[in-house]
């Protein structure tokens, strides 16, 4: 690609598509050129406030956003038309009714983790399989759950080998704003192997018949918590872990006893640190729950801020899709920088090691 900016437009102006817009906006080598969206209430503010162009998704909707207030600068196909690339942020269903212009306008697009696998056969996650990404026209960066479970999982299998994994979830009811989400004081089980870990296998194919995943939904709001067991091909000490963790890109690892013993303290926290809307894309790991066995068995529990933590991953993919970056730790260390994420000086290191992947089925299809 040109040095100049890539032009990048965002559909759907919601939890991921408004943070999505500001990761965008935050990158030096992008240009958001507006978010297209149907809603006139107050949420739009915020896309004002931000000087973003705001375009009308459909054109039934226009007079309800203007008679709101709002300056519509186009329909959904005009901004497409700028475009070298989109992120449909819309609710499940929807990407596919935009395919047709978005192929018409001969711009690649990327949809979200609530989206089935099998709709562009193609998903994304930075950790997982950044490299078989460079140039394709269209993929789906995997939800919040399997974007910390792949970025664990791959954290450990390209240091120590992996021969199997099972995670049990415990998954927040909703989003904190969507209060007509349950359940009300009630744990609700997803009857049957939960999506997790299969989906983990659309970024990482090799780990087909080698994860097991179990999940509950709660009446909690603020994240998920993942309860993982790892068996590992080598025998790591624990400090050798926790050290890996410590050096690795967009996963912290901490005492809980310092004051971050449970979800709400890490709200609170991040919330005092001045991040916007008290966002964590990194993964977060109570270190005191890190243990391993004899069996090379390794044991943990990491807590997944699920509105904010497939937000860099987006902006990676971008660059994968416009052959921006051939480095996946490259691309990573842009999008940290630019969107503040803790760097650690975790950049002298690959993400998978001293030196870039071989090819194999997880980095090439």
Not at 71 to 82: A, P
Not at 173 to 179: E, F, H, K
Not at 206 to 217: E, P, T, W, Y
Request: hydrophobic share 40%.
């Amino acid at each position: 690609m040109a040095k100049s900016k890539v032009k990048i437009g965002v559909v759907g102006y919601g939890v991921i598509g408004k943070r999505v817009a500001d990761a965008v906006a935050a990158q030096s080598d992008m240009k958001l050129v507006g978010v297209a969206d149907i809603i006139s209430d107050v949420r739009l503010r915020i896309a004002v406030e931000r000087k973003y162009p705001i375009y009308c998704s459909v054109a039934d909707f226009e007079p309800k956003m203007r008679e709101a207030g709002y300056e519509i600068v186009g329909y959904l196909d005009d901004m497409v038309k700028q475009c070298d690339l989109v992120i449909d942020c819309t609710p499940s269903g929807v990407p596919q009714q935009n395919f047709p212009l978005y192929k018409a306008e001969n711009v690649r697009s990327i949809v979200q983790g609530g989206e089935k696998h099998g709709l562009v056969n193609r998903s994304f996650s930075t950790f997982g399989n950044y490299y078989s990404h460079l140039g394709v026209d269209k993929t789906r960066v995997v939800s919040c759950n399997t974007t910390a479970l792949t970025r664990i999982i791959s954290t450990l299998a390209h240091t120590y080998g992996v021969s199997d994994a099972f995670v049990a979830l415990a998954r927040r009811a909703g989003d904190p704003a969507r209060t007509n989400r349950g359940p009300i004081n009630a744990i609700t089980p997803v009857l049957g192997v939960s999506h997790h870990g299969p989906d983990l296998v659309t970024v990482m194919p090799r780990f087909q018949d080698k994860i097991h995943s179990l999940a509950i939904a709660g009446s909690w709001t603020l994240s998920h918590v993942h309860m993982l067991r790892v068996t590992l091909e080598s025998s790591p000490s624990k400090d050798d872990v926790v050290a890996l963790f410590k050096r690795t890109p967009r996963i912290l690892i901490e005492p809980g006893k310092q004051g971050l013993f449970d979800s709400a303290q890490l709200v609170e926290y991040f919330r005092d640190l001045g991040r916007p809307r008290y966002d964590r894309p990194e993964v977060f790991i109570w270190q005191e729950t890190l243990s391993t066995d004899a069996n090379n068995n390794l044991y943990l529990i990491y807590d997944v801020h699920m509105e904010s933590i497939p937000i860099p991953e987006n902006v990676d993919a971008i660059r994968a899709m416009l052959e921006m970056e051939s480095s996946a730790i490259k691309s990573v260390e842009k999008t940290d920088k630019a969107l503040n994420i803790d760097q650690k000086g975790a950049y002298s290191q690959s993400l998978y090691g001293e030196t870039e992947p071989q090819v194999s089925q997880d980095t090439k299809e």
